[in-house]
């Protein structure tokens, strides 16, 4: 069937600017091939870097024969961990108290512990020559007992990533409020089975790259990258390498694509940064495809055991999860904190089941780091309660949407502090059900399955009614956990003299749209148009210190900053103005950059009243000079986005084929800026989401070697979006918008096996593992119907 166009986008209507689909204002530049990438960046005297990386997943370093590479036409040097003497391991910067914690080193030191660790680094006058003389790097391994999974690392006597550690647990985080067995007691039955979040690689269009220049005659190092957090990375990278922070610059220009790897400190970035201190020359390094695979943090990776004790009705009265979580053989950044608090904390979902018990256990492995990758961990806990949810339903044979109606928090309960630890904000979660039902026809849907099934075909509902939180929060709760990073957002607005004006934002975009978004913002604030307004990002000596792009923050923190300094410039501009009109400040109208008294016909432009405000002319002394206003935006608590989507497949009980038909989305972000950035970024999240589901998963060989070509979603594989949203603002911020770049991947793994297991239920198929591959299918299939034979 067709699926109908219903993307209406409900959104309140902010203001002029605020609200409205507009077009991205940056587009033109990347579409006419004027985008700014650190590859496009070569600086004079470049030196190029060729990393030499381990073939196993762990060995002891024997003897590292650099001869013949040194031999090699332009080749400046290679390079090797005791070359690097002082230099510091990569440390992760969100670590639970508690952990064992194990950072990362620059080059390995005697033993590598996964395939890819980087061994030495050859450096040349082209990359051409880097790469024929990494080549040629002869390094003697002698290979150790490896382990590659979280329940096998667990084991007593399991072989141990790190020699000096008594074992291979890295932390364990138990959250709740207990009385699962109370709960039981008074639960009809007991469902309890298992479920596997995916190992993934995030997959970015554009990889990592990093140009470092340290300048001998200043004494200060410039370092590009394409970045997620320039001034995060800033105090990191200088901490490990002792340098002073006011002198290390980090310009971040255009990135292609982020997804959460992108706000890492990696061994790369530490080790080159080294080096250009060493040669005082430029090093330059650019990630090829088969570095990213191997190298880059991986997400998710989790081992789940959930129970749930439920009534008749499908009332849920209590949950107990035990996960194990691959944290790989190092800590990356958010090392422990995202298996643990951002899966535990919202293993409840939108729910209000009085009792939990949440474990959560972290364990080293020789694998790839793990760390954020898009909701970093909110998907990991919606896809276990939003399973728990329709096996609940289908045990029961009650309808999956009606059960999760009888489980909802309710609006009058907001603020609700969940068991686990988070507090949701504001939520109508039965008007956005509703809302996707009456989008989905589901009714007819649930009809059009009957059937079909009447004629062989198996299609299948799944329903997924996912939360999160977003913006950060305070920073005394981010110290609480162990996590060393501020949650505030900068930004200064200044309108100049010719009445145009300038937004310096902490916030990064990397395809999100943050010049469109910001200007819409703060053009309401000023009352000019947003093509009046110029969004700088990404250069830690151009702009206040900030915390940068990731957990959906842009808009409703870095947002919300902007709206701040430009309702202070707004403020004084309407003073100006007032003062030039002769009326009080409050009967100041402006519009289109002109102001205007409520009663009489004066009129003054905002040009005039900027040349008023930096020549001090025509005001009073008391008001000061120039139109500019700097706000460290700090939210006191986060918000909670939510959503809910609905999926139809087809499954083909002869191949193990899955087919998604349809996908409805309906999502509440709050108050929506920008309608048409808002479906573009639930498209986005959609995509990746549906590619864990059905596509991707980055599983190791034998020996420890991930695939060097994930499957990933291409754009014919996926149907047409049908998305939609309700609007419940947030008290969190004062612009009511809560975040929605990450809904998409949080939402549709959820529904998409919901619906596959939904279409086999009745061939006795009660659990299926992401991604929903033929062969992974069609083995259920069999199982089940063996199941039946022996029974």
Same mark, same amino acid.
């Given at each position: 069937?067709?699926?109908?166009d219903?993307?209406?986008q ?7 600017h ?9 587009d033109?530049?990347?579409?006419t ?7 496009d ?11 030499v990386r381990s073939p196993h997943?762990h ?17 400046k040097?290679v ?5 690097l003497?002082g ?37 040349a006058?082209?990359?051409e020559a ?8 002869d ?8 382990v590659?999974s ?13 020699g ?5 647990l ?15 007691e008074k ?8 479920l ?27 370092f ?5 957090i320039?001034h995060m990375?800033?105090?990191m ?9 006011h ?9 292609g ?7 890492h400190?990696?061994p ?11 040669l005082?020359?430029?090093?330059k ?5 088969s570095?990213?695979v ?6 998710r990776d989790?081992?789940m055991?959930?129970r ?6 499908g009332?849920?009265?209590g949950l107990k999860?035990?996960?194990k979580?691959n ?12 298996p643990?608090?951002?899966?535990a904390?919202?293993a409840?979902g939108?729910?209000a089941?009085p009792?939990s ?26 896809y276990m309660?939003?399973r728990?949810?329709d ?10 949407a ?14 609700y ?9 504001t939520?109508e979660?039965?008007?956005?059900l509703?809302?996707a039902?009456k989008?989905?026809?589901y009714e ?5 399955q009957e059937e ?7 299609l299948g509902?799944?329903?997924?009614n ?6 950060m ?10 996590f060393?990073?501020?949650?505030y957002?900068s930004?200064?607005?200044?309108v *100049?003299?010719?009445?145009?004006a300038?937004?310096?934002s902490g916030s990064?975009? *990397?395809g999100?749209g943050h010049?469109?978004?910001f200007?819409q913002?703060a ?6 148009a ?18 940068g ?9 870095g ?7 430009a309702?202070?410039?707004a403020?004084?501009m309407?003073?100006i103005a ?8 409050d ?6 950059g ?6 009489g ?9 900027a ?18 206003e ?7 608590s ?6 809910a989507?609905?999926?139809?497949v ?7 084929e899955v087919?998604l ?26 995509a ?5 589901a059905l596509?991707?998963d980055?599983g ?6 991930p695939?060097l ?12 979006f ?12 004062p612009?009511?918008a809560?975040?929605?770049?990450e809904?998409g991947?949080?939402?549709a ?6 619906a596959?297991?939904?279409a086999?239920?009745?061939l006795?198929?009660?659990a299926?593992?992401m991604p929903?591959?033929p062969?992974?299918?069609?083995t259920?299939?069999?199982?089940a119907?063996?199941k039946?034979t022996?029974?």
């Amino acid at each position: 069937m067709n699926a109908p166009d219903l993307n209406t986008q409900q959104h309140a209507e902010t203001g002029k600017h605020t609200g409205k689909a507009m077009r991205r204002m940056e587009d033109t530049r990347f579409l006419t091939g004027r985008g700014r990438y650190v590859g496009d960046i070569t600086l004079p005297r470049q030196l190029y870097a060729h990393f030499v990386r381990s073939p196993h997943a762990h060995a002891r370093i024997l003897k590292v024969n650099t001869e013949a590479a040194l031999a090699v036409s332009g080749v400046k040097g290679v390079y090797c961990a005791n070359d690097l003497q002082g230099t510091r391991d990569v440390p992760p910067n969100w670590v639970l108290p508690g952990s064992q914690v194990k950072g990362r080193p620059a080059l390995a030191r005697e033993i590598v512990r996964h395939v890819g660790e980087c061994v030495a680094v050859v450096l040349a006058e082209s990359p051409e020559a880097a790469a024929d003389a990494g080549v040629l790097v002869d390094v003697a391994y002698d290979p150790l007992p490896t382990v590659f999974s979280a329940s096998d690392a667990l084991q007593e006597g399991a072989h141990k990533v790190h020699g000096d550690l008594p074992d291979n647990l890295a932390t364990t985080f138990k959250t709740g409020n207990g009385g699962y067995d109370e709960a039981l007691e008074k639960a009809d039955r007991e469902i309890a089975f298992n479920l596997r979040n995916q190992r993934l690689v995030p997959f970015p269009i554009e990889g990592r790259a990093v140009n470092a220049d340290f300048d001998p005659a200043t004494e200060r190092l410039t370092f590009y990258t394409a970045h997620q957090i320039p001034h995060m990375l800033r105090r990191m990278l200088a901490g490990a390498l002792g340098f002073p922070e006011h002198k290390l610059r980090v310009i971040s220009p255009d990135v292609g694509g982020g997804f959460g790897p992108k706000m890492h400190f990696y061994p790369e970035e530490l080790t080159l940064a080294r080096l250009s201190c060493l040669l005082k020359r430029p090093v330059k390094w650019t990630e090829r495809r088969s570095e990213n695979v191997a190298a880059t943090t991986h997400g998710r990776d989790h081992e789940m055991e959930v129970r749930v004790a439920v009534q008749k009705d499908g009332k849920v009265l209590g949950l107990k999860l035990d996960s194990k979580a691959n944290v790989g053989a190092y800590l990356s950044s958010m090392g422990t904190g995202v298996p643990t608090i951002n899966v535990a904390l919202f293993a409840l979902g939108v729910y209000a089941i009085p009792h939990s018990d949440v474990t959560i256990t972290c364990a080293y492995t020789n694998t790839t780091p793990v760390d954020a990758y898009r909701g970093a961990g909110r998907p990991e806990a919606a896809y276990m309660i939003e399973r728990v949810m329709d096996r609940v339903a289908l045990e029961l044979g009650l309808d999956p949407a009606e059960t999760r109606k009888r489980n909802f928090v309710q609006p009058d309960q907001m603020p609700y502090a969940q068991p686990t630890g988070t507090t949701l904000d504001t939520g109508e979660y039965a008007m956005t059900l509703d809302l996707a039902l009456k989008n989905a026809g589901y009714e007819g849907l649930r009809k059009e399955q009957e059937e079909a099934r009447e004629k062989g075909r198996y299609l299948g509902i799944g329903f997924s009614n996912y939360t999160e939180t977003c913006g950060m929060g305070n920073g005394f709760i981010l110290q609480f956990v162990g996590f060393d990073r501020g949650g505030y957002e900068s930004a200064v607005v200044r309108v *100049h003299p010719d009445g145009r004006a300038t937004v310096l934002s902490g916030s990064h975009s *990397h395809g999100q749209g943050h010049v469109t978004t910001f200007a819409q913002i703060a053009a309401d604030e000023l009352g000019i148009a947003p093509e009046q307004i110029e969004v700088l990002q990404g250069d830690t000596d151009m702009i206040p210190f900030g915390i940068g792009t990731f957990n959906s923050r842009s808009v409703p923190v870095g947002g919300s900053a902007v709206k701040v300094a430009a309702g202070r410039v707004a403020a004084k501009m309407r003073r100006i103005a007032a003062h030039l009109l002769q009326c009080e400040p409050d009967n100041v109208l402006v519009e289109d950059g002109i102001f205007k008294a409520a009663e009489g016909n004066g009129t003054v432009t905002i040009e005039r009243v900027a040349h008023a405000a930096w020549t001090g002319h025509d005001i009073p002394y008391e008001l000061g000079i120039g139109l500019e206003e700097t706000e460290f935006f700090h939210p006191q608590s986060m918000s909670s986005p939510y959503g809910a989507h609905i999926a139809l497949v087809e499954v083909d009980p002869e191949t193990g084929e899955v087919e998604l038909k349809r996908y409805i989305a309906v999502d509440d972000c709050g108050v929506i800026i920008n309608p048409l950035l808002a479906r573009g970024q639930v498209h986005g999240g959609l995509a990746q989401g549906i590619g864990q589901a059905l596509y991707e998963d980055a599983g190791f060989d034998a020996q420890g070697r991930p695939a060097l070509e994930p499957s990933i979603p291409r754009f014919d594989m996926l149907p047409r979006f049908e998305t939609d949203h309700t609007v419940t603002p947030t008290p969190t911020n004062p612009l009511g918008a809560k975040g929605l770049g990450e809904a998409g991947a949080i939402g549709a793994p959820p529904a998409i096996v919901n619906a596959a297991i939904d279409a086999l239920w009745g061939l006795g198929v009660r659990a299926l593992d992401m991604p929903l591959t033929p062969e992974r299918v069609l083995t259920s299939i069999r199982n089940a119907a063996n199941k039946e034979t022996e029974a």
